[in-house]
């Protein structure tokens, strides 16, 4: 069974989509290619454990196994040594990206304490990165389980070759921007 956001894509989008842009090729109008969901973890050179702890949310939060980074670089002013792990990461692709993006969109962010949408600035290629400040939004982490505090980049990877079919297509999806005729 397919996932309920793909189904529309699929149904409805992919055709707004190649409407609005004239695109004749079915394989060329964008879409939605990965999620990648990230935590750089504070406090990650002092304690070992906060990276371990940190991974096995991102795993609750996404339903597959966070992945630990690694630093590339020492720095001395913050006591990084090479290969220190600092961080987690995971990267969604078909079904549960789908599924992961649904429960963003219609379950997560709503939660999120006086939200009036998010931020609509794309990074020039057509992608969407989106910083949410802490892990106990998710439905999926208890709060009696949560031992501290952690925020995340999730990044929406599209094949859209330009921010205007890259943000139509996340608009299309249900991403809540921030309406662009309210800005001050």
Known sequence: MAARLQEKYDSEVRGKLSEAFDIKNAHAVPRLEKIVVNMGVKGAVESKSKVE???RDLGTITGQKATIR?????????KLREGMPIGCAVTLRRDRMWEFADRLISVVLPRIRDFRGVKDKLDGRGNYTLGLSEQSIFPEIPFDRIEFQQGMDITFVTSAGTDEQGYMLLKELGMPFVDRSKKD
């Open 53 to 55: 702890t940190a991974a």
């Open 70 to 78: 690694n630093a590339k670089k020492s720095i001395a002013g913050f």
